[in-house]
């Protein structure tokens, strides 16, 4: 199973700020930045991430994302089907639906390995996910100046 870049891209963003310290509030551009991704992808998972109670956003000087009490314990299994959506992963129906669609196996085959794979990542914290050697990576990649 394959993430969207969507999905992968606000665990990214989840991560760094997973690590951050007192007074570490990266902005949405800097988080960008220290993980590669456009500034623009970037707004819109954390926009998605807010909406679900991960994140803050702090305006001002000295504002910047923070990780909320709930990003941190979130389970990760949680976060990605938040994050994916409803979605299977083949189009059984859509423009040209498939003829075996009412009645095929490999349609239920599929369904329950996706739900194994989300399964496998629900006893997974965010925080477990910043635990070394990632976290001290992350914070090597911060990029605010001083
Ligand atoms: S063969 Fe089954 S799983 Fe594949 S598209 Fe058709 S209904 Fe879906």
């Known amino acids: 199973m394959r993430l969207t870049r969507f999905t992968d891209l606000a665990l990214r963003a989840v991560m760094r700020l997973a690590v951050s310290g007192e007074g570490d509030s990266p902005t949405t551009r800097e988080v960008a930045e220290a993980m590669g991704v456009p500034a623009t992808h970037m707004a819109k998972a954390v926009t998605r991430l807010q909406h679900l109670g991960v994140l803050e956003a702090r305006r001002g000087r000295g504002g910047g994302l923070e ?80």
Do not use: I, K, M
């Open 67 to 146: 990780l909320t009490r709930l990003g941190h314990q979130a389970s990760v299994g949680w976060l990605v089907r938040e994050l994916e959506g409803d979605g299977e992963v083949v189009a059984c129906e859509g423009e040209t639906p498939c003829p075996l669609r009412g009645a095929c196996r490999l349609r239920r085959a599929l369904r329950e390995a996706q739900e194994a794979f989300y399964s496998a990542l629900d006893p997974v914290t965010v925080d477990d996910l910043v635990a070394s050697p990632t976290g001290p990576v992350l914070l090597g990649l911060s990029t605010r100046p001083g």
